[in-house]
C-alpha cells in the first residue's frame, strides 16, 4: 500500500516537474520568439530626408539579412523607427517613446549632425550605447564612452572633411598661395570651416576670402562674384545640397576658375544632384565616403549589399545608387550584430566595452573605433569628377568618373590640375 | 573689395532676384493683401507647380515655364475649390482668424507629405537649353537663369495688375477687399469673387513654382524657405497693392545681393527684414499701403 501510493506521489511529482519544464519550456520558446527591437528616429521627411530614407532602407536590408540567417541570439531583429522630420526638436520625444513605451533594446541615431546632438545627452543619461549616424564632431564636449561614430572622420573629425582637400592642393605645382573660404550658416559648414582654418594656418596659406552665408539664400551669384573678385588660387566650399547646386551653378556663370575648388560641398554624393548637374561637376575636387572605383569594390560583401539596395532603391523612392550613405547604414547594424553576438546579450556596458576594443568586419570595410568613438583611423575620401559627359545616371554606376585622389591606399587615379583643365 | 564692377553686378543681379521674388510673392498679395486670408499654403503651391514642371520636363521634355502656363487652369481649380472648403468650414461661421490659420498649415503640411510620399525625398532640378548660359554687358554679367524668371515675374505682376483695373472680375476683387457689403447691394456674389480671386492667387503659385525649379533644386519642405519672403515682400509693398509687391520684392533681392557682395552673405536676410521693420515703422501701411 505503501509502495503503491510512493509510486503515485512519485509519478504526480513526474508529471509536475514535466509539465513545469514543459511549461517553462514554453516560457523559452515564446522568450525565444520575442524580437531583438532596435530603435531610432530617422529623417524621412525635412531637409535631410534625402539621406535619411537611403539609410533606413540599408537598415531594413541589414534587418532581413540579419532575420535570414536566423536573428541575432536565436531571436529576430525588429527596427522600430519614427520620421524625426529633420527637426532636432522631435528627438527627446522619439527617444523617450522609444525607450519607455516601445521599450526598444537597443538604440541607434538617425542621420546627421543637427539630429545626434539633441540624442547624445539621452544616451549619456541613461548610460545607452549608441552608434551614430554620421554626425561631425558631435563627442567632442561630451567624450561619452559609449557613443561610437559610423563616418570615417577619425580622431580629429573637425579636420577630416578639409584634410584631403588641402593636402591634395599643397601636392599640386605650382603650389597654390591663397585660399577662399566659404560655407552654410549650420552646424554641419561651420565644423568643416573651423577644420580648415586650421590646416589652412598650417599651410602657410594666405586667406582672401572667409565668409558665411545663410542656407535659405537664393541667388550665390553675388558671393561667387565677390570670391572671383579676390583671386584665390583654392576654393574650399562647405554647403549642403541646395547651396552646392547654387554655388557651382554661379561659378559656371561667372567662370570662377581657380586652381582647385570643391571640399566640403554636401549633395555631389547624390545621384540626382550628380545626374542634373552632369558636365558642371568636372574637375571638382570633393569629399566623399563611397565611390564605385576597384579599390573600393574590392571589399568582400558590398556588391551584393549595393545590389540589393539598387533593386528595391526605386520601389521605395530613394537615391537609386546608393554610394554614399547606405553601405555606412548597413555597416551599423553588422557592427551591432557582431557586439550583440560576442557579448551574448544585450547589456548596454558590454556592447560599448566590447565596440571600444574590437576591429569589426563590414561591408565599408575593417572598422576600429578610437578616440570619442569615432573612427581610430580617418577614411575620408576625396574624389574628383573626371569626363562626364551629359546627364545620363549610367555612367555614375561604374569606375571613372568619380576618381578616388585621397587617402593614397584607395587612390583610383590621379588629379586634373588645375581646375580648368578638367573642363576642357 | 570694393569695385564699380561689382557694385553694377550686385544691382543688375538683385534686380533680376527681386524679378524672381515678385513672381513668388504675387499669390500671397492677392490672397493674403487683398482678401486678408493668411494662406500659408502659398508656399507649398509653389513646390506643388515646381514638382509639375519637373515631371513634365523629366518625363516629355516640355520647358518649365510652358508647363507653368498649361498648368495654371488646374492650379485655379485646386485654389477655388480649397477657397469653397475654407468658406464653407470657417469663414461663413466666422472662424477665419485662427482655425483658418490652422486649416492653411495642415494643407501645407499634408502637401508636404503627399509630395514626399510620390517623389521621394531627392532633391529635383530641371536643366533647360538657357539655364546654363549667361551673357555679359560691359563687365555686367547677366545669368538666363535668373534672367528669365525675372522677365516671367514683371510680365506675371504686369497681367495681374491689368487684370484687377481693366476687367469687371478684377474690379470686383478691389471691390471685395474693401467693401463685402457695398458689393454684395451691387448684386454681385462676394464668395463667388473670392473663389476667382482665391483662384487666381493659387494658379500664378504654379507659375511661379515652374521658375523656382529653374533656380534651384527642390525637394518637398523647400516651401519652408519661402513663407517668411513671401509674407514680408506682400506686406512690405503695402497689402494689395501688387505693383508694391514688385516694388518690395525689388528692394529685398537688391539689399540681399549688396549685403551678399561686400558685407557678408550672412547679414543678407537680415538687413532685408530690418529694411521692412523700418519701413513699417515710417509707413505702417507699407510703401504703396492705403
Not at chain 1, 530626408?49 to 532575420?67: C, E, T
Not at chain 1, 545621384?271 to 552632369?278: E, I, L, P, R, W
Not at chain 2, 493674403?32 to 521634355?61: H, T
Not at chain 2, 477665419?96 to 494643407?107: K, N, P, Q, Y
Request: glycine content about 10%; aromatic content about 10%.
Amino acid at each position: 500500500m505503501i509502495r503503491h501510493r510512493s509510486l503515485r506521489l512519485a509519478v504526480t511529482l513526474t508529471a509536475t516537474v514535466m509539465t513545469l519544464l514543459l511549461a517553462s519550456g514554453a516560457m523559452f520558446v515564446a522568450r525565444g520568439a520575442d524580437p531583438i527591437k532596435i530603435g531610432f528616429g530617422m529623417a524621412l521627411t525635412g531637409g535631410l530626408s534625402a539621406n535619411g530614407k537611403p539609410a533606413l532602407l540599408a537598415l531594413q536590408i541589414w534587418k532581413d539579412d540579419v532575420n535570414k540567417k536566423g536573428g541575432l541570439l536565436g531571436r529576430p531583429v525588429e527596427l522600430v523607427y519614427y520620421d524625426d522630420q529633420t527637426n532636432p526638436a522631435t528627438i527627446p520625444g522619439i527617444y523617450t517613446k522609444l525607450l519607455e513605451v516601445d521599450k526598444v533594446d537597443l538604440v541607434i541615431s538617425g542621420y546627421g549632425t543637427n539630429l545626434i546632438a539633441p540624442l547624445l545627452p539621452i544616451a549619456m543619461e541613461r548610460k545607452l550605447t549608441l552608434i551614430g549616424m554620421f554626425g561631425l564632431a558631435n563627442n567632442e564636449k561630451y567624450q561619452y564612452p559609449g557613443y561610437f561614430q559610423i563616418q570615417p572622420a577619425g580622431p580629429d573629425p573637425q579636420t577630416s572633411t578639409a584634410i584631403g582637400f588641402f593636402e591634395l592642393a599643397l601636392r599640386q605645382n605650382p603650389k597654390p598661395q591663397t585660399v577662399a573660404i566659404v560655407g552654410a550658416d549650420a552646424e554641419y559648414p561651420q565644423n568643416a570651416l573651423v577644420g580648415a582654418r586650421e590646416l589652412i594656418k598650417k599651410a602657410g596659406l594666405k586667406t582672401v576670402y572667409d565668409r558665411t552665408y545663410p542656407p535659405s539664400t537664393v541667388d550665390y551669384t553675388p558671393i561667387v562674384r565677390a570670391i572671383k573678385a579676390t583671386n584665390p588660387d583654392i576654393v574650399f566650399i562647405a554647403s549642403y545640397p541646395p547651396d552646392t547646386v547654387g554655388m557651382l551653378r554661379a561659378a559656371h556663370e561667372v567662370a570662377l576658375q581657380p586652381k582647385i575648388m570643391g571640399g566640403g560641398m554636401v549633395g555631389l554624393q547624390f545621384t540626382s544632384v550628380m545626374t542634373s548637374m552632369g558636365p558642371m561637376l568636372n574637375g571638382i575636387v570633393n569629399y566623399d565616403f563611397w565611390a564605385p572605383e576597384p579599390t573600393m569594390m574590392a571589399i568582400p560583401g558590398v556588391k551584393e549589399f549595393l545590389k540589393e539596395y539598387q533593386a528595391r532603391a526605386e520601389k521605395a523612392g530613394v537615391d537609386p545608387l546608393g554610394y554614399y550613405l547606405p553601405p555606412y547604414s548597413y555597416a551599423v547594424g553588422q557592427v551591432l550584430a557582431q557586439a550583440v553576438t560576442a557579448t551574448k546579450g544585450l547589456d548596454q556596458a558590454k556592447l560599448a566595452d566590447y565596440m571600444r576594443g574590437t576591429e569589426f568586419d563590414t561591408v565599408i570595410g575593417k572598422v576600429k573605433f578610437g578616440k570619442n568613438g569615432e573612427w581610430a583611423k580617418g577614411r575620408t575620401l576625396m574624389v574628383q569628377y573626371q569626363k562626364i559627359q551629359g546627364t545620363s545616371i549610367d555612367q555614375f554606376r561604374g569606375p571613372g568618373k568619380k576618381v578616388v585622389l585621397y587617402p593614397d591606399e584607395l587612390k583610383s587615379g590621379s588629379i586634373v590640375y588645375p581646375y580648368s583643365a578638367a573642363l576642357k | 573689395m570694393f569695385s564699380w564692377d561689382l557694385l553694377a553686378n550686385a544691382v543688375v543681379a538683385g534686380l533680376l532676384l527681386g524679378g524672381f521674388y515678385a513672381a513668388v510673392s504675387l499669390g500671397v498679395g492677392l490672397i493674403f493683401g487683398l482678401l486678408d486670408i493668411a494662406n500659408i499654403a502659398q508656399p507649398a503651391f509653389v513646390i506643388l507647380g515646381a514638382y509639375a514642371a519637373y515631371v513634365m520636363n523629366n518625363s516629355f521634355g516640355f520647358d518649365p515655364i510652358l508647363t507653368g502656363l498649361l498648368f495654371t487652369p488646374v492650379f485655379y481649380l485646386l485654389g477655388a475649390a480649397v477657397y469653397r472648403v475654407y468658406y464653407s468650414s470657417f469663414e461663413r461661421r466666422g472662424e477665419e482668424s485662427l482655425r483658418g490659420l490652422v486649416f492653411f498649415f495642415g494643407i501645407l503640411f499634408i502637401m508636404e507629405v503627399s509630395l514626399s510620399m510620390t517623389f521621394g525625398v531627392d532633391y529635383r532640378l530641371v536643366q533647360t537649353a538657357y539655364t546654363s548660359r549667361s551673357i555679359e554687358f560691359g563687365g555686367v554679367g547677366i545669368a538666363f537663369r535668373y534672367l528669365v524668371p525675372c522677365v516671367v515675374g514683371v510680365a506675371m505682376t504686369l497681367a495681374l495688375h491689368l487684370f484687377l483695373a481693366r476687367t469687371f472680375y478684377g474690379r470686383a476683387i478691389m471691390a471685395v477687399s474693401q467693401d463685402r457689403l457695398a458689393l454684395r447691394l451691387m448684386g454681385a456674389n462676394p464668395v463667388q469673387i473670392k473663389t476667382i480671386a482665391f483662384g487666381v492667387g493659387i494658379a500664378a503659385a504654379s507659375l511661379a513654382g515652374a521658375l523656382l525649379i529653374s533656380i534651384a533644386p527642390v525637394i518637398p519642405s523647400t516651401d519652408r524657405d519661402y513663407i517668411g519672403r513671401m509674407f514680408a515682400i506682400t506686406v512690405l509693398g503695402g497689402m494689395g497693392s501688387i505693383g508694391g509687391t514688385l516694388v518690395a520684392a525689388v528692394v529685398l533681392g537688391v539689399a540681399e545681393s549688396l549685403m551678399s557682395t561686400f558685407f557678408g552673405p550672412s547679414w543678407s536676410l537680415a538687413v532685408s527684414f530690418g529694411i521692412l521693420l523700418l519701413a513699417l515703422a515710417v509707413r505702417p501701411a507699407g510703401l504703396f499701403g492705403r
